[in-house]
């Protein structure tokens, strides 16, 4: 178990819905990214928030967003979803944002748009 | 522009056997890499990491190499074990926990 929680473990909804994946980091952890996990992309970053503030941006489309709370737990709000934004979505934190730093991953929400 | 790719997309090793992963990187001036191992249904695991000032890191049964003259990584794992089955990324770490992961080898390891 990596500390960090990912939740719900599974979500199947419609293509042009809206939906919210949540994260609680790691006790301690300021840094929290998110990344897509896909067949035909791998597992791609995201986006990246430390203490509230956004710090990185990946490739995250326009419809996707996300935020970290006062209590450093994060959402990513993914709207107006297409067939093609089934993935697995993980969420990793880390005490610091060095490039030394290691990473934690949950164990990812699974997104199946129908 | 940016890509971390593996060489294999699959690895079937016997039980006992070291096997060996490759990955190869295009950004020369990558300073720090990192493997992961990723079982079903879980998340990534980190492995071992390298800095780009070395050329050899040990760790528990794994040895990572880089070769930066021609920009490849590899990791060895010693008398792999069934527990070891699982797909293993090498990761590049572009600073502020961006992650670049390769597509990911999937190790077998027949009993």
New interface residues.
């Given amino acids: 178990d990596?500390g960090?929680t990912q939740t719900p473990k599974h979500l199947i909804t419609a293509t042009g819905q809206r939906v919210t994946l949540r994260c609680s980091p790691r006790s301690g952890d300021l840094?929290v990214?998110w990344?897509q996990q896909s067949l035909d992309q791998?597992?791609?970053?995201l986006i990246?928030y430390?203490n509230g503030e956004e710090?990185?941006k990946?490739n995250i489309l326009e419809r996707f967003s996300a935020q970290q709370f006062p209590d450093l737990h994060s959402e990513l709000n993914l709207s107006s979803l297409e067939l093609g934004d089934s993935a697995l979505y993980?969420c990793?934190s880390?005490v610091a944002?060095g490039?030394?730093?290691?990473?934690?991953?949950?164990?990812?929400t699974r997104l199946t748009v129908v | 522009g940016e890509s971390v790719g593996l060489h294999l997309p699959t690895l079937s090793v016997q039980e006992g056997d070291n096997s060996i992963i490759n990955c190869a990187y295009s950004n020369s001036a990558s300073?720090?890499f990192i493997w992961y191992k990723q079982e079903s249904?879980?998340?990534?695991?980190?492995i071992i990491?390298i800095?780009s000032n070395m050329d050899k890191r040990q760790g528990q049964r794994v040895t990572v190499l880089l070769n930066k003259t021609v920009k490849h990584l590899s990791l060895q794992i010693a008398a792999t074990q069934p527990g070891d089955s699982a797909v293993y990324?090498c990761?590049e770490?572009m600073?502020?926990?961006?992650?670049?992961?390769?597509?990911?080898t999937e190790l077998s390891v027949k009993p």
């Fill in positions: 990596s960090v840094s990214y990344y791998g597992l791609q970053f990246q430390y710090r990185a990946g993980f990793a880390s944002t490039v030394t730093t290691e990473a934690f991953f949950g164990q990812g | 300073d720090y249904g879980k998340g990534p695991q980190f990491d800095r990324f990761a770490n600073g502020g926990g961006k992650l670049i992961f390769g597509q990911g």
